[in-house]
Each structure stands twice: as C-alpha cells, then as structure tokens.
C-alpha cells in the first residue's frame, strides 16, 4: 500500500499579520499542529524495514513530518485534498486547517521520535486517531474549536 507525508506545524509564527478583512485575526492565524501539506512519502523518503528516512536533513524549524505507512491507495488522492482542506461557513473561511493533530493528545514514543528526529513513520491506522476534524463552535474563536472527533476513512471519500 502507498504512503503519505504529513507535514505539521509545531513551531508557529507569532509575528503581527495582515488580516485586517478578518474580524478576528487569531481565526486566520496557523496553530501548532495544524496539518500544512501532504506528501508522497516516496518522493522525500526511502523505505527502510517498516520505516521510512528522509533523504535530506530536515530544515524546517516549524515543521516535523510523520510518514503514514499502509494507507489505502484509493484514499491517498483523497487525504492529499481534504487533510489540508479550510473550515469554511456559508463562503467566509473561518479557520485555516480543517484537520490538525493537537500537540497534546500526542503519544509520549511520537513526541520522542519528532524532538530527536523531526520525522516519524506510523501506520493509518495509528495515525487516524490522532488526526483531529475540527467543528467550530464559535466562528471567529479558534480556542472554542472542537476536535474530540478522529478523522476516519469515510470521512477522505
């Protein structure tokens, strides 16, 4: 079965940004654990036993990758698009990730592997728990999100 690559926020940017068509900048802003893109895992990585390791040292200070391993094929298209997709209300965004991997509901083995490596292969079945859908509560409080539910697969289809 085929791979991905999550790339994941975990060092956001506190600079002042230029939101100001947005009530609340804060909505907009990007979070800790914010999913910002997907990858194929073959283009960056080389399969080695069950794991796969980056082809080049890891650069990005705000970003650590978790490589998903057995995912099936007829959901890579899909997770590609929706994983990073935008909460949206009626046809105003309101938050910039509709699928994140909050920071505290990580396992301590995955927070030990990401601060010594930046990197970490797990397969879909361990990774859908800790992907988060978020359903906004209040629209311009991202605070108030709620992301008790896992993603699952029909949720990519």
Same mark, same amino acid.
């Given at each position: 079965? *085929?791979?991905?690559?999550?790339?994941?926020?975990?060092?956001?940017?506190? @600079? %002042?940004?230029?939101?100001?068509?947005?009530?609340?900048?804060?909505?907009?802003? /990007?979070?800790?654990?914010?999913?910002?893109?997907?990858?194929?895992?073959?283009?960056?990585?080389? +399969?080695?036993?069950?794991d796969?390791?980056?082809?080049e *040292?890891?650069?990005?200070?705000?970003?650590?990758?978790? @490589? =998903?391993?057995?995912?099936?094929?007829?959901? %890579?298209? +899909?997770? /590609?698009?929706?994983?990073?997709?935008?909460?949206?209300?009626?046809?105003? /965004?309101?938050?910039?990730?509709?699928?994140?991997?909050?920071?505290? =509901?990580?396992?301590?083995?995955?927070?030990?592997?990401?601060?010594?490596? /930046?990197?970490?292969?797990?397969?879909?079945?361990?990774?859908?728990? =800790?992907?988060?859908?978020?359903? %906004?509560?209040?629209v +311009?409080?991202?605070?108030?999100?709620?992301?008790?539910?896992?993603? %699952?697969?029909?949720?990519?289809?």
């Amino acid at each position: 079965m *085929p791979a991905i690559t999550l790339q994941v926020m975990v060092n956001a940017p506190t @600079h %002042v940004i230029d939101t100001s068509f947005v009530a609340n900048k804060a909505a907009m802003r /990007r979070r800790n654990g914010d999913i910002l893109a997907v990858h194929n895992t073959q283009n960056f990585a080389t +399969l080695n036993g069950n794991d796969w390791n980056w082809n080049e *040292p890891i650069s990005s200070p705000r970003s650590v990758f978790i @490589h =998903i391993r057995d995912i099936p094929a007829n959901l %890579v298209p +899909l997770a /590609r698009q929706r994983l990073t997709g935008k909460v949206k209300a009626a046809s105003e /965004r309101i938050r910039i990730r509709q699928y994140r991997i909050p920071p505290g =509901i990580m396992p301590q083995p995955v927070i030990d592997a990401l601060q010594a490596d /930046r990197e970490v292969t797990m397969d879909w079945t361990q990774a859908k728990t =800790i992907i988060k859908k978020k359903s %906004v509560t209040v629209v +311009l409080d991202p605070d108030q999100d709620d992301e008790s539910t896992s993603v %699952v697969d029909a949720d990519l289809l």
